[in-house]
């Protein structure tokens, strides 16, 4: 079992950039597809992108394609989103998420192990 914790949310101006992090421990992260995903107020938790095992393959929402990149540190136990050109509509609990499934989801039941989330808020 692994647990998750993101780091590196706060409060930016629209146009700015934000990283986040989630570190694993408990287990690899190696053995993980990771996810990103986020809720924001009044609204059910929406994909925003997800990384293979290796880093070899990234997927995004379309919604943050061309502004955010996922990537991760397999050495560090670390998946990080760094998020530029942030605009108030990405303002959300941003969370991260672990499945043992080589294959990514873009469904939040795909994955098993979530962290507790960490604040974004984009002011306009």
């Known amino acids: 079992q692994v647990q998750l914790v993101e780091s590196g949310g706060g409060l930016v101006q629209a146009g700015g950039s934000l990283r986040l992090a989630c570190a694993a421990s408990g287990r690899t992260v190696s053995v993980y597809t990771m996810g990103w995903f986020r809720r924001a107020p009044e609204k059910e938790r929406d994909f925003v992108s997800a990384?293979?095992?290796?880093?070899?393959?990234?997927f995004y929402a379309d919604s943050v394609k061309g502004r955010f990149t996922i990537s991760r540190d397999n050495a560090k136990n670390t998946v990080y989103l760094q998020m530029n050109s942030l605009r108030p509509e990405d303002t959300a609990v941003y969370y991260c998420?672990?499945?043992?499934?080589?294959?990514?989801?873009?469904?939040?039941?795909?994955?098993?192990?979530w962290g507790q989330g960490t604040q974004v808020t984009v002011a306009s």
């Open positions: 998420a672990a499945s043992p499934s080589t294959r990514y989801s873009p469904q939040a039941r795909g994955y098993d192990y």
């Open positions: 990384i293979t095992k290796s880093g070899a393959n990234t």
